[in-house]
């Protein structure tokens, strides 16, 4: 019913004990999601080696979603993951949204990756890779690094980041409210109803 509330709940929980350290933070599980690249592209080292800096920090895993994250991971960190942090869902959404449930954190630089966190209830940072997902994020107000920032500034864990990004959840609440009255709208202006689970959102 209020999604941003959640999620502002959540990441400054995790936050707390980002700050307390120790058992606190190494104990956090965090997704961490590969970038659609490829290890051609200049950009690729540097995104594995942010996740690999936070990979050593928590109890991070990495979620699979195209055929070649797998190997090209595997070359680049000279196969030192262990295979148990490593999971592919294929087609299969309801494992992996089932998954994202039992997650604190989630640094994505896909959109696919960060929505099934934040649909989940767990709260994300994107790192876009290119303007398809500099707009969806824009237009979903979502909490977002961009890769400029990454390659000059020496992040090397999630508080580095976290400590150098505002968020607003009171705002991308009110953003999701204004998006499904439009939903409704156009789906009213069809002769088609919502879905009863959304219009109690916005008569709450």
């Not at 592209?41 to 070649?68: E, V």
């Not at 303007?131 to 994020?137: A, G, N, S, T």
């Not at 824009?138 to 580095?160: F, R």
């Not at 976290?162 to 705002?171: A, G, M, R």
């Amino acid at each position: 019913m209020n999604l941003g509330g959640i999620l502002e709940n959540k990441w400054n929980k995790v936050l707390q004990k980002l700050k307390k350290g120790g058992t606190e933070s190494k104990s956090l599980k965090v997704v961490l999601a590969l970038p659609a690249l490829q290890t051609t592209n200049a950009n690729y080292g540097p995104a594995i080696d942010l996740l690999m800096s936070i990979f050593t920090q928590h109890d991070c895993y990495f979620i699979m979603q195209s055929n070649y994250d797998r190997p090209q991971l595997m070359k680049y960190t000279d196969f030192i993951i262990d295979k148990s942090k490593i999971l592919v869902f294929d087609d299969h959404v309801e494992p992996w949204f089932d998954f994202m449930k039992t997650i604190d954190f989630t640094v994505s630089y896909r959109i696919h990756g960060a929505m099934a966190a934040i649909s989940n209830e767990v709260p994300a940072v994107v790192i876009p890779t290119d303007f398809r997902i500099v707009e969806l994020v824009n237009a979903m107000k979502l909490p977002t690094l961009s890769m400029d920032k990454t390659k000059t500034k020496n992040y090397t864990s999630i508080i580095d980041i976290l400590d150098d990004i505002s968020v607003n959840f009171t705002e991308f609440e009110q953003n999701r409210r204004d998006k499904l009255k439009q939903y409704k709208r156009i789906l009213g202006d069809a002769g088609l109803d919502i879905d009863p689970a959304l219009n109690a959102i916005l008569t709450q």
